[in-house]
């Protein structure tokens, strides 16, 4: 395995989290009455919770250069309890894939019409076009990818957050609605954040260098992402449909984010003895199976998956500090 200058993790990690359901999360915490001192509150309990639980993780992948399945395989003796949270990886990520999957198609329906049988080909269409770079180029994909994708997300960012104090709540804090903010956006990349993040620091040896990137650009996509939901206080269609530079943006944000999803898994489906090829073609028809079921109750099945998120995330993330304050060397 090449390994890689800290400063890429920037760029692959930001492609990770560029999440349009940020947005989403975003404009709900808006419409809920949140004050923006909630808002930064909460944010910032969220982030800072993710990287304290990420730390051990991004630790001990850059050290054994190893990811997140082959340091299970190191470091957790039961060989059944091993497969279960190697195999809970592509369980979860097949879930975003068609979350993801399917919303990039809703995105661009409206220019392709209401015909069930062009959604189905879309879906299925963009599960396997989502897949290929990732197959072939792995790691440096990740990492172009997320060039582009940055670059997008300054871009939509800047054209349209327009803050207005009228339209802004000031001044109020309740513990109850902040608290319940922090979990929402917790929910969102904790899972990735002890999971995934290890199959991008394995390709790094500098770990405090490594991670410093990994906090820069987990702090600075879901922030900006999420400050545009909350003060643009719409919904994503309507906010592709304003113009073409928010359309590419959001479909930009949902390519490098699958693209990620997939290498992730596939990182994984190799450890349990599945081949790249047979991981192209079992993983995108999961998914299209699963986009086409899910469509009419999107944002239920969305609303159930992130709260899911959060409670398997926060006890794989404190494993791995168990297990990195018994490493010795470490």
Same mark, same amino acid.
């Given at each position: 395995?090449?390994?890689?200058? $800290? ?12 999440? $349009? ?37 991004? @630790? ?7 990811? =997140?399945? &082959?340091?299970?395989? @190191? ?24 979350? &993801? ?7 661009? &329906? $409206? ?16 599960s396997y076009i989502f ?6 180029? *792995? ?37 109850? @609605? ?5 979990? &929402? ?27 410093k990137y990994i906090i ?13 939901? =909350? ?50 073609? @079992? ?12 469509? *009419?109750?999107?944002?239920? =099945?969305?609303?159930?998956?992130l709260s899911l998120m959060?409670?398997?995330?926060? $006890? ?7 297990? =990195? ?6």
């Amino acid at each position: 395995m090449k390994l890689q200058k $800290p400063s890429s993790l920037f760029w692959s990690w930001g492609a990770y989290v560029f999440l $349009p359901i940020n947005i989403i999360i975003g404009t709900i915490i808006s419409s809920s009455g949140a004050s923006i001192e909630e808002l930064i509150i909460s944010l910032f309990m969220a982030l800072f919770i993710m990287m304290i639980l990420a730390y051990p993780a991004v @630790c001990l992948s850059s050290i054994y250069e190893k990811n =997140y399945s &082959q340091s299970v395989r @190191c470091f957790l003796k039961n060989r059944r309890v091993a497969v279960f949270f190697i195999f809970l990886v592509p369980l979860i990520s097949v879930g975003w894939y068609a979350i &993801q999957t399917t919303m990039f198609v809703k995105l661009i &329906q $409206p220019y392709i019409g209401e015909k069930p049988y062009i959604f189905a080909l879309l879906v299925i269409g963009m599960s396997y076009i989502f897949a290929l770079g990732v197959t072939k180029f *792995e790691y440096s994909w990740l990492k172009n990818a997320g060039i582009v994708g940055m670059l997008f997300l300054i871009i939509m960012f800047a054209t349209n957050i327009i803050i207005r104090n009228s339209d802004i709540k000031h001044g109020t804090i309740r513990i109850n @609605c902040v608290l319940d903010y922090t979990i &929402q956006i917790l929910g969102t990349w904790i899972f990735s954040s002890v999971t995934c993040i290890m199959d991008i620091t394995s390709h790094i040896k500098e770990r405090k260098k490594g991670f410093k990137y990994i906090i820069l650009a987990t702090f600075l996509t879901n922030i900006l992402l999420i400050a545009l939901g =909350y003060f643009i206080n719409t919904n994503i269609e309507a906010m592709a449909a304003t113009s073409i530079v928010n359309l590419i943006a959001l479909l930009v944000a949902i390519w490098t984010t699958n693209d990620s999803n997939f290498y992730s898994t596939m990182r994984s489906l190799e450890e349990l003895g599945l081949s790249k090829k047979k991981t192209l073609l @079992c993983v995108p028809l999961i998914s299209c199976v699963l986009s086409l079921l899910i469509v *009419e109750k999107f944002e239920t =099945y969305l609303i159930e998956w992130l709260s899911l998120m959060s409670w398997v995330g926060i $006890p794989i993330g404190i494993m791995w500090w168990i297990i =990195y304050l018994k490493e010795g060397n470490v």
